[in-house]
């Protein structure tokens, strides 16, 4: 441990040295690192993560190396959206602990930019105790081992990232990945008795350019294929089930990639697949962000673009267990939670756009209400 | 009963006619009555709707007079509304037909005026059946005669009204008035084995002017005090704590009353408290935007009431149980349900605007989130 701690800096040398699997133990918090250089070959920043530990060291706690990955990144992305903002507006990071729960977390927002009309990405780190209820609405049953009565000590290390272009040709993109472990308060040994991972990353355009979201969804089913062929098709269905708006009858966007509970074999091959995952982010969105940013658009397409935000206020009000999850907690951090909603949206009554065949938008709200296979 | 449908013209007559109180039949639907003539004496329109049968009259059927009460009142309110409008744009109604649930209603909806930034006013009535999941959440202690296990039959009639003005001085409104009965299937007669009235009218302003708090209040104290002095504590209190948004820790608006599952006298007494609370809506908002409509404001100004409109969306779509409980139902007419959300609102991340002491928009904070005695 005493060569991983000088590596990854005194913040990660303070995490590290009172890390400690006892459920009761305290959390340590890092403090901010500073953010990634730029690597620039072909006038772009770097779309790859730098890390200060070996995140494929299986000797690292995963919980360590989970925070790791996701602190870079964050900044790697982060970095790199600003690098599409000609405004030279960058991300403003709110750093926080958690006080009733230990933990902490680092939200970083642009917002009100010419490219990003609302940009965040989140990491937040949590360890605290499920109520029996809480536990129960977690597929109770792998809790074999529960008394159906006690608080349960969980500890999660999530990234989300919810992207708002201003202009409605380019689309506007979500992503999370997180670990998640759950212990038992009677055991000292402090071993996660469950864990597993969660994640994905779909894209919401307004108008839909065929070509992005085959390069979308192509990257990802890629990603995918590298660890298990069977794993694209199966998160494919699972992001257009879960993104589905029952009273809307469509689907949040086009899809992309949705897991959850992901413990089906070796935990350093399922962090190897969520780092990879993550990894795609930059190299799948931002060409599309480079080639829609300046497309002209008239007021007719801004007000759709305000209308499917509408949409997606409703989805993550409504139905996204995340956010859900979120504003039942004991003391939720509702800014860094409702950081995913869109700047500016809107709703009209049975709006006539939309309707009419032939249009952009029609063809729009067609494919949302019939998944197609983009890959 | 042939008296009564012929002063009530021929759609009344219609659905009079074929009026039957066994759960299983069908329920006839209304058509549309013409508009309420306005009568000007102060160069406002009347405040009273008029009906073209006793309201006061027993021996017809308790749904019918709900029935043609809030077809009245959505009338009276549109026209009065419209008059405010400048612009001289109208309510559009939207008249439909239910399908797989019998039942009809009419969503009148204003938008994009130079008063009202959106006006919705929706009549509904529904005779479906309720779930056996569905009647749990209905305080089910009260049907100790139910198994269990089978749907039962139930109707609702009711009105509900959302008011967004362009100009952040003028408040928000809502309302909602609406009579529920539930039947036993097993029983032949048809009579209603539970009844209950529901309903409640609140305030929402983005800058506070005290005066329209106290007079609107004042109103609704007094329109309670006529019927029981004891409702309008009691039900001034039930509005603050309905509309607690507690991911925010603030009350929506200034409050004004609310009430559920009220069925503690004679239905008489209720349902003529129930008319007189939701015939005080025109004389309490309508002089609010009389007053406020033509005030200047500031981008700030306006920025803060976009603001608040998203507080509006988060409480409507995270919390209200008229929402959810439409949106769950078998053929949610989504449209008619969402009316209630503004034309367009916002958030920003940690914005600074209602931190500042001494500015309009932290006294208003302030109030939200310690709830006033304003009569």
């Known amino acids: ?173 979500h992503f999370n990945y997180r670990y998640f472990e759950i212990q038992d308060p009677n055991d000292p040994s402090g071993e996660p008795k469950a864990w597993w991972f969660g994640g994905g990353t779909d894209l919401t355009p307004s108008y839909l350019y065929e070509d992005d979201a085959r390069a979308f969804h192509g990257l990802y089913k890629a990603a995918c294929d590298r660890h298990d062929p069977a794993y694209y098709p199966r998160f494919k269905q699972w992001c257009d089930e879960y993104f589905y708006i029952p009273h809307r009858q469509e689907t949040r966007g086009v899809g992309g990639i949705f897991f959850d509970d992901l413990s089906d074999r070796d935990p350093e091959r399922i962090f190897a697949f969520v780092r990879d995952c993550s990894n795609s982010y930059l190299p799948a969105y931002y060409p599309i962000v480079e080639r829609r940013k300046d497309q002209p658009y008239s007021e007719h397409e801004k007000r759709w673009q305000q209308l499917r935000r509408g949409r997606y206020v409703e989805f993550n009000l409504v139905y996204d267990r995340g956010t859900k999850f979120g504003l039942a907690m004991k003391e939720p951090r509702t800014e860094s939670i409702l950081m995913s909603l869109p700047l500016t949206s809107r709703w009209e009554y049975e709006p006539e756009v939309g309707t009419e065949e032939g249009t952009p938008e029609k063809k729009l709200l067609d494919i949302l209400r019939k998944p197609v296979e983009w890959a």
Chains 1, 2 share one sequence.
């Open 1 to 173: 441990m005493a060569a991983v701690a000088a590596s990854a800096g005194l913040a990660a040398a303070a995490f590290a040295t009172t890390y400690n699997k006892s459920p009761f133990a305290p959390l340590a918090c890092e403090e901010r690192s500073a953010s990634q250089p730029i690597s620039s070959k072909v006038n772009r920043p770097s779309f790859v993560p730098e890390n200060t530990i070996d995140l494929d060291d299986a000797s690292i706690p995963m919980r360590l190396r989970m925070i790791h990955h996701i602190k870079s990144l964050q900044s790697t992305i982060c970095t790199a959206l600003e690098s599409l903002e000609p405004s030279g507006q960058k991300f403003k990071s709110s750093y926080y602990l958690r006080d009733a729960s230990k933990g902490f977390g680092d939200s970083r927002v642009l917002q009100d930019g010419e490219t990003f009309e609302k940009a965040g990405c989140n990491i937040s780190v949590i360890k605290s105790t499920l109520s029996p209820a809480a536990v129960r609405q977690m597929r109770a049953e792998r809790f074999d081992w529960w008394d159906g009565k006690s608080e349960l000590p969980y500890f999660v290390a999530g990234c989300s990232l919810v992207v708002h272009p201003r202009n409605p040709h380019a689309p506007t993109i």
